[in-house]
């Protein structure tokens, strides 16, 4: 069972406004929790029909639309759940996408969520290293301003001190931004576990 390119089908998926015609469905764990909030767990229906065909995953919600076949027809999945629980991974990847969505795609100096980069707080050409607790995410003009000086020669500060994310914590980080384009077969999977307004 192959799962969505790595952002490729559901970047562009997020990213159209038609992207529910493409017909995706949402992927469950086991524990009908998403693989992942952000990106958001799609597999394109070809796949999603595959692998209920294959016995990998139960159909839990459907399209309208179906798919045909000389001998059947097929409605297409809209939400499967897989049938054997897939752990999550504990460590976190320290990657460019990770550290904007622990840093929730905002410039740590000025709040800003635009044209963002990455910046050592401790500049390399000061002994810095490429480490969660030394790398922020930052807009290109504060990247600028700060170039390879201290925090304390340019007056700057960080908006929190940057440390490593757990995998749970940047699992619900990812549900901040859910998007655009979501189907309401999928409503009642991405929220189950939210907290209930009293």
Known sequence: MILAGDGDFRTSFVREAGGLKQNPALVLNADYRPLS???????????????????RVQIVAEYDEVVRSPTTVIRIPSVVVLKDYVKPQKRVAFTRFNLFLRD????????????????????????????????????????????????????????????QPGSEELRNM?????????????????????????
């Open 37 to 55: 909030y952000y990106p958001l767990s799609l597999w394109p229906w070809q796949d999603a029909v595959k692998a209920a065909y294959l016995d």
């Open 104 to 163: 929730e795609f905002s410039c740590q100096y000025c709040g800003g969520r635009g044209d963002l980069t990455f910046d050592h707080v401790v500049p390399r050409a000061r002994g810095g290293i490429t480490s969660w607790e030394n790398v922020v995410a930052a807009c290109s003009r504060c990247n600028l301003k700060k170039g390879s000086r201290s925090l304390r020669q340019t007056g700057m500060s960080l908006r929190k001190p940057p440390r």
């Open 174 to 198: 990812g549900r901040k931004f859910p998007p655009n384009h979501l189907h309401e077969s999928w409503l009642d999977f991405l929220y189950w576990d939210a907290e209930l307004d009293a």
